[in-house]
């Protein structure tokens, strides 16, 4: 006969399995060792008596039991959040752990400032910063692996409440001894016939600069001498230094290199090309209260 007596760290392992796909990913989100989890999982199938898991190469996937075990936990794991976050309401605590995600740009320029605030008046709360591409803190929070995220575009998934933040403008940025270092504008058939560094796909700012080239009349990407697809700011920032290409950043990421000369940032001809961050959050969850007060402080700080 199965025994159904497992306890909540059990489930947690399993959904975090399900959620992404791999045991290895999983073990850093629970802090256990790989071992460790792939030891539990055998251990939770041995209790229920079925396979839950499909292990295909490296890709794992729940089977037809698990899809039904992921849904049952899932409920019992919310059950838990809920009956703490009310104790914690009760009891009025300001302390514990809150998890958001930021994509690049915000989660290294503005985020980190904006968190060490929100620390001043709340000093018990930690705060797990993950910093990823917008896709991908997207895909982390509609799974439950962070409370909100701070992204750079507003087209979120189904049961993604969305809020405008802040503003941001997206220039040209070149070295500082190019020959057009001491221009104020740029057109958009100048800047196609220099080497380009693009953002890889996922980023946000890759995403609004797309939708600015169609608005240009630039149908792709490809009508641009892309010379490299780098991986984040501080990398294509790199690039444009080394004389590997120009690219288009946030004014942000570029403030520090552009005051010391290193970088300059120029416009391009016609509209300016800005877009907002947006806090996301899964409407689908309860959110705890210190996710509320810091959802609340972020609004704050945007008016």
């Given at each position: 006969?199965?025994?159904?007596?497992?306890?909540?760290?059990?489930?947690?392992?399993?959904?975090?399995?399900?959620?992404?796909?791999?045991?290895?990913?999983?073990?850093?989100?629970?802090?256990?060792?790989?071992?460790?989890?792939?030891?539990?999982?055998?251990?939770?199938?041995?209790?229920?008596?079925?396979?839950?898991?499909?292990?295909?190469?490296?890709?794992?996937?729940?089977?037809?039991?698990?899809?039904?075990?992921?849904?049952?936990?899932?409920?019992?794991?919310?059950?838990?959040?809920?009956?703490?976050?009310?104790?914690?309401?009760?009891?009025?605590?300001?302390?514990?752990?809150?998890?958001?995600?930021?994509?690049?740009?915000?989660?290294?320029?503005?985020?980190?400032?904006?968190?060490?605030?929100?620390?001043?008046?709340?000093?018990?709360?930690?705060?797990?910063?993950?910093?990823?591409?917008?896709?991908?803190?997207?895909?982390?929070?509609?799974?439950?692996?962070?409370?909100?995220?701070?992204?750079?575009?507003?087209?979120?998934?189904?049961?993604?409440?969305?809020?405008?933040?802040?503003?941001?403008?997206?220039?040209?940025?070149?070295?500082?001894?190019?020959?057009?270092?001491?221009?104020?504008?740029?057109?958009?058939?100048?800047?196609?016939?220099?080497?380009?560094?693009?953002?890889?796909?996922?980023?946000?700012?890759?995403?609004i600069m797309e939708e600015y080239l169609t608005r240009a009349g630039i149908s792709s990407l490809e009508e641009l001498s892309v010379a490299a697809r780098l991986g984040s700011s501080t990398a294509v920032k790199e690039g444009i230094k080394a004389g590997l290409g120009v690219s288009i950043l946030s004014v942000r990421a570029v403030s520090t290199e552009v005051r010391l000369g290193l970088l300059k940032?120029?416009?391009?001809?016609?509209?300016?090309?800005?877009?907002?961050?947006?806090?996301?959050?899964?409407?689908?969850?309860?959110?705890?209260?210190?996710?509320?007060?810091?959802?609340?402080?972020?609004?704050?700080?945007?008016?």
């Open positions: 006969m199965s025994d159904y007596d497992f306890d909540f760290r059990q489930l947690e392992v399993f959904c975090k399995v399900v959620d992404l796909g791999s045991f290895s990913k999983a073990a850093k989100e629970v802090y256990l060792a790989q071992a460790t989890v792939s030891e539990r999982i055998a251990n939770l199938e041995k209790r229920v008596g079925v396979r839950l898991l499909d292990r295909l190469g490296r890709k794992i996937s729940p089977t037809r039991a698990g899809e039904i075990f992921y849904r049952q936990a899932g409920k019992l794991l919310e059950m838990k959040k809920l009956a703490r976050m009310e104790m914690e309401e009760y009891l009025g605590l300001q302390k514990g752990v809150v998890k958001i995600g930021g994509s690049t740009i915000p989660g290294e320029y503005i985020l980190p400032r904006l968190l060490g605030k929100f620390q001043e008046e709340h000093p018990q709360v930690s705060i797990d910063l993950t910093v990823a591409d917008s896709r991908e803190i997207e895909a982390l929070v509609s799974a439950g692996g962070l409370e909100i995220g701070v992204i750079g575009y507003q087209d979120v998934a189904p049961g993604l409440d969305r809020y405008e933040l802040w503003e941001d403008e997206l220039v040209l940025v070149v070295p500082g001894n190019h020959p057009w270092a001491g221009l104020e504008s740029v057109s958009w058939p100048e800047l196609a016939r220099q080497p380009f560094i693009v953002r890889e796909r996922g980023s946000g700012t890759l995403k940032a120029i416009r391009l001809t016609g509209p300016r090309l800005t877009r907002h961050f947006h806090l996301i959050q899964d409407n689908r969850r309860s959110a705890s209260p210190l996710c509320r007060a810091l959802l609340d402080f972020f609004l704050e700080e945007a008016r």
